[in-house]
């Protein structure tokens, strides 16, 4: 009987200490927004910091801290500094959940800005209420064409082209180009690559062979079970990876293994195609020469670019130690776009007036993109469009045939076109003077 | 025929290093009865030295030597100054028959946090002594490698030693006795806790091997070699613990049947199929294929 | 003198925490609310697992499977049946207990190694079924989708403090459950086949049923936990259930003790409260990546080992020894 009552006295004391901690340890409410003081904005984001995926875009958060640094060094927005706080979710649906539930509960942030991956972050909207809780979820980085869709995720705001507009504008460009050849798809299998497999559905394109493969399942061995298998395909097949930067080095490095690197044309998307993240993972220069990437920047290594000139500079000085290249452009363009949104929405800085200000003054912000921003009352989609290029041994992207031809067009069927568009010119020094 | 070639040969390279990992399972628990999970930190840890030693030496081999010797210091330091202790402490009641696995889970943990500490989180990469492009035969060419080639010969060469000396050497008897009978072992003069040691030794250093012809051909990092724990350890139950040949057979058996099933019906079977397996062996004998009918004491 | 069965002062004792829990959920922020969803998970989930290893003597590594289960069978019921949540929970916790029941018919003459050496494999291979059928989301997964609460708690209910309540109430009432019967005379015979199974079939136990008994039970708590914490993050995908779960519940349970429901609150609180603290300290002392990253799971196994080293049988078992 005495063991029992000590039991039960145990368990009570450890219930109590339980709930006291919790009350002990509780804040009191906030009023205004969180995460705006007179000095500071708190921006967050999460994403893959560690982990094969952040092998490959590991480098986005510094990229955007070094341009967020560089503002701060010059005035801030309207005198208040700009902290990034980074969460690592090594590109697991739970993982960004809980990191991006975090962000909002514990780190109090503003809004969140470049959130990574489709999967991830899809699970993370929801967990966290950002609807409910009205967060702006700016720039999100990723293709998936549903973010942009306002009833389902009423603050995010995309800004890289869907998969399904790439793949559409990638099946015009294979139609063209290398009509006559099997195309074989190999795409991750989750919504990413489901939205690519609709795009090339609209873009009328046949796929002889399509291989969702999930996530964390590829390896050597059978990667090199899958290329066997498609070299039996008769003619020179154009073979699309669609899938993270991690993954298309394997695939490429398995292609070098087997021999079959000349069998194939090789195109790899947006989300894998980065040439020089490629070579840092082990991938010969000789394997990239002459694959297919589609992109709607200018090529990183493009030192004439005005744009790219600038983030170099900036690079140079805020980020030093990281190589500059596609990823860390974009990382900075993002940033670039996300303090030309802060200035928009004015001194008096609310949740529901930064919203305001990106769908009614978004679409004329200064980017590197040379594609134009769709952003408006009814429309939370960036960027809309893609140019095809080459890769040389060296990593450059270079135009297809010589010429730049870009082509815009939606995430549903509507038709592909070329586009006339030319960006504004950039703000002096790259510190962005709007309102 | 080119494909059930290269399903035959990859199964071969999976099953041999799986092989490693089994064997080094099976030489702790036939000495100390546990089920060691630390293993796939010891692992790792060691690969890391080796990893260390090749970049500074410009050797590969150099590398695996530090490995096999680094690893089997490791393993007999844990044995001697972590299990030891532990076993004094619990002697009975129910406990102890999870104290030790929960003990070894922990030390994983440990580890992979040191690890982390020491060398950060990113992926590093340690290149192969020899081509990893795959042989030509008949024209084309298979998913076979001089790479794979070396890894398969390495663990042969390290199995035959270890058959050698368990069945041809003193020690090796000795060995054997003390994980068969330890109270009868003491009486005949052997040494039983040097022994044991001995055992967590060895199975260090074939995981350090492991580790070093594993990590060419992926990336190393903490929780590199978590998945090869799981499919060693899957491995050794399918052979039935107590026996080093079943070890390999498990291994091999193990490697085969996941390999043709990724090759022949869908790259989403891996762990389906380990555990397809692992479920028909163990229905059909409890013990696993080779276990003997004695010799169970848990 | 109201006469009190043991049974009914627990009873009591559960309805006391019960309302204590609701009051402690009023006073406190969105952040410990979300985190106290997660106290409340994690003990269920220890709990089971106190039940299976702890009193019946059988080692499982694979509860993360068997919360995946019911996760995804919850998660089914509310997106593609559309059925009201409660129910989706209760469908949950009997996917779980049917596939524990079988389990255990199939593991029932596995013992030690082997048996773990089984779930191992059960909770690496389990996730990645959902790759394999299309109904379950692949990579993606399934949205698990509990609704806002509902209106006449008023505006300023939040979703958290409804996470908070529907978590707590369905562990509290399992776990109450569990007490019930580790109460009873079957509880006692999980005791007998976990200490000398040999005896406890001269006894007349009938040996195999009783251990497939306990893992139907354990496997329905677990695949409650399991519906409860797909709740907490929206949806149910493979990585929500990794080997690494396993683990850490694991650790909980020996940390409070794993033969001893009591203390069950506490581990939950531990494998919330590690990382919580682990965070603190990196932002306020930083460090390197590679040790801000590591520290969480440095102190979590730290903490096991000298569990098992000091206080192998519990923490209550400690304070005991310690008064004599």
Do not use: C
Not at chain 1, 95 to 106: C, G, P, S
Not at chain 3, 262 to 288: F, H, N, Q, W, Y
């Amino acid at each position: 009987m005495i063991r029992n009552n000590r039991m039960k006295r145990y368990s009570i004391v450890s219930a109590v200490v339980a709930a006291g901690a919790m009350v002990l340890s509780t804040l009191p409410a906030q009023a205004a927004d969180p995460g705006v003081t007179a000095t500071e904005i708190k921006l967050g984001v999460s994403t893959p910091l560690t982990g094969s995926a952040g092998l490959a875009y590991g480098k986005v958060p510094g990229a955007m801290k070094a341009y967020f640094d560089y503002i701060n060094a010059n005035g801030g927005v309207y005198g208040r500094k700009i902290k990034l706080v980074v969460r690592d979710d090594k590109y697991l649906p739970t993982l960004a959940a809980t990191q991006t539930t975090n962000l909002i509960l514990k780190d109090n942030v503003f809004a969140l800005v470049g959130a990574l991956g489709t999967a991830t972050h899809s699970k993370a909207y929801t967990a966290a209420s950002l609807a409910a809780k009205n967060v702006p979820d700016l720039f999100v980085n990723t293709g998936f064409s549903g973010f942009g869709n306002i009833s389902k995720y009423p603050t995010a705001f995309t800004v890289l082209p869907s998969y399904a507009m790439e793949a559409k504008i990638m099946s015009k460009f294979i139609k063209e180009k290398f009509a006559g050849q099997a195309v074989a798809l190999i795409a991750q299998d989750d919504e990413f690559g489901v939205d690519g497999v609709n795009g090339f559905k609209a873009g009328a394109l046949a796929l002889a062979n399509t291989t969702l493969y999930p996530q964390s399942s590829l390896n050597d061995a059978r990667v090199k079970a899958l290329l066997t298998g498609l070299s039996a395909i008769p003619g020179k097949p154009v073979v699309v990876l669609f899938g993270t930067t991690d993954v298309t080095a394997l695939i490429f490095k398995a292609a070098e293994s087997l021999n079959l690197v000349s069998k194939f044309t090789w195109i790899a998307g947006s989300v894998g195609g980065d040439a020089n993240t490629l070579l840092a993972l082990g991938v010969k220069p000789t394997t990239i020469d002459g694959a297919v990437a589609a992109s709607f920047f200018p090529d990183a290594k493009d030192s004439t670019d005005a744009y790219v000139s600038q983030f170099m500079k900036i690079n140079e000085k805020y980020n030093k130690g990281v190589s500059f290249d596609n990823i860390v452009l974009q990382g900075m363009n993002s940033a670039m776009l996300t303090v030309q949104a802060l200035r928009a929405a004015g001194k008096n800085l609310t949740r529901t007036g930064l919203i305001e200000a990106i769908q009614n003054k978004g679409s004329k912000f200064a980017s590197a993109g040379l594609v134009p921003l769709n952003y408006s009352a009814t429309s939370h989609v960036g960027y809309n469009g893609y140019w095809f290029g080459q890769l040389n041994a060296k990593g450059e992207l270079k135009p297809y045939g010589g010429t730049l031809a870009i082509f815009t067009t939606d995430s549903a069927a509507g038709a592909v076109e070329a586009s006339t568009y030319t960006r504004p010119a950039l703000p002096k020094n790259g510190i962005p003077t709007n309102s | 025929m080119l494909k059930f070639i290269t399903a035959v040969l990859t199964s071969l390279t999976t099953g041999s290093i799986y092989a490693l990992m089994s064997t080094a399972l099976v030489l702790v628990w036939r000495s100390t009865r546990v089920i060691n999970f630390a293993q796939a930190g010891q692992a790792v840890f060691t690969t890391y030295i080796g990893y260390e030693v090749t970049i500074r030496s410009g050797s590969y081999w150099i590398g695996v030597v530090a490995a096999i010797i680094s690893g089997a210091l490791i393993g007999a330091v844990i044995d001697r100054f972590f299990m030891r202790p532990i076993f004094k402490r619990i002697k009975s009641g129910p406990i102890v028959m999870i104290a030790p696995v929960v003990a070894t889970l922990g030390l994983l943990g440990i580890i992979q946090a040191i690890i982390g500490f020491i060398w950060g989180l990113t992926y590093q990469s340690i290149p192969a002594p020899v081509s990893t492009d795959g042989f030509q035969v008949f024209g084309s060419t298979i998913a076979f490698s001089p790479f794979n080639l070396m890894v398969l010969i390495s663990v042969t060469i390290s199995m035959l030693l270890l058959t050698l000396l368990f069945q041809k050497t003193n020690i090796g008897l000795a060995l054997r006795a003390s994980a068969y009978s330890p109270e009868i072992a003491k009486l005949s003069g052997i040494k039983v806790d040097a022994i044991r040691t001995l055992g967590w030794a060895l199975a260090g250093a074939a995981g350090g091997l492991a580790g070093m012809l594993f990590v060419p051909s992926s990336y190393l990092y903490p929780n590199a070699m978590d998945v090869l724990l799981v499919f060693g350890f899957i491995a050794a139950v399918i052979g039935g613990l107590d026996s080093l040949f079943g070890a390999v057979a498990g291994a091999m058996i193990l490697g085969f049947a996941i390999n043709f099933a990724t090759s022949y019906i869908s790259s989403k079977l891996v762990f389906p199929m380990a555990f397809i397996i692992l479920i028909l062996v163990l229905l059909i004998k409890p013990g696993g294929i080779f276990s003997s009918r004695k010799g169970r004491k848990d | 003198m109201l006469k009190l069965t043991s049974n009914k002062k627990r009873l009591l004792l559960f309805i006391l925490l019960g309302w204590v829990l609701l009051l402690v959920g009023d006073r406190v922020g969105e952040l410990r609310q979300y985190q106290g969803s997660f106290v409340a998970t994690y003990s269920l989930a220890i709990a089971s697992i106190i039940l299976l290893t702890g009193y019946s003597g059988q080692l499982s590594l694979g509860h993360s499977a068997l919360m995946a289960v019911g996760a995804y069978a919850g998660a089914l019921s509310i997106n593609n049946a559309h059925l009201h949540p409660v129910i989706a929970l209760i469908i949950a916790t009997l996917t779980a207990g049917v596939f524990g029941l079988i389990l255990g018919v199939a593991v029932a003459r596995l013992t030690g190694p082997y048996l773990a050496g089984t779930t191992l494999a059960l909770a690496v291979s389990l996730p990645t079924l959902a790759n394999q059928f299309p109904i379950l989301g692949g990579e993606q997964g399934v949205v698990f989708d509990v609704g806002a609460p509902p209106a006449r708690f008023g505006e300023g209910f939040s979703q958290y403090k409804w996470f908070f309540w529907i978590s707590s109430l369905a562990a509290l009432i399992m776990i109450w459950m569990i007490s019930n019967l580790l109460n009873s005379r079957y509880g006692r015979t999980f005791r007998a086949i976990r200490d000398n199974q040999i005896s406890a079939a001269l006894a007349g136990i009938n040996a195999g049923r009783v251990k497939v008994i306990a893992f139907a039970v354990s496997s329905g708590a677990a695949g409650l936990a399991g519906g409860l914490l797909v709740m907490l993050i929206s949806g149910v995908s493979p990585s929500a259930f990794p080997l690494s779960l396993s683990f850490s519940l694991l650790t909980g349970a020996v940390v409070t003790g794993v033969y001893n429901l009591k203390g069950v609150m506490l581990g939950g609180l531990v494998l919330v409260a590690i990382p919580e603290i682990a965070d603190s300290l990196t932002t306020r002392i930083g460090g390197s990546e590679g040790f801000t990253a590591t520290l969480p799971g440095f102190l979590v196994s730290a903490l096991l080992i000298l569990a098992v080293l000091f206080a192998p049988n519990g923490p209550g078992h400690l304070i005991k020894r310690k008064k004599h």
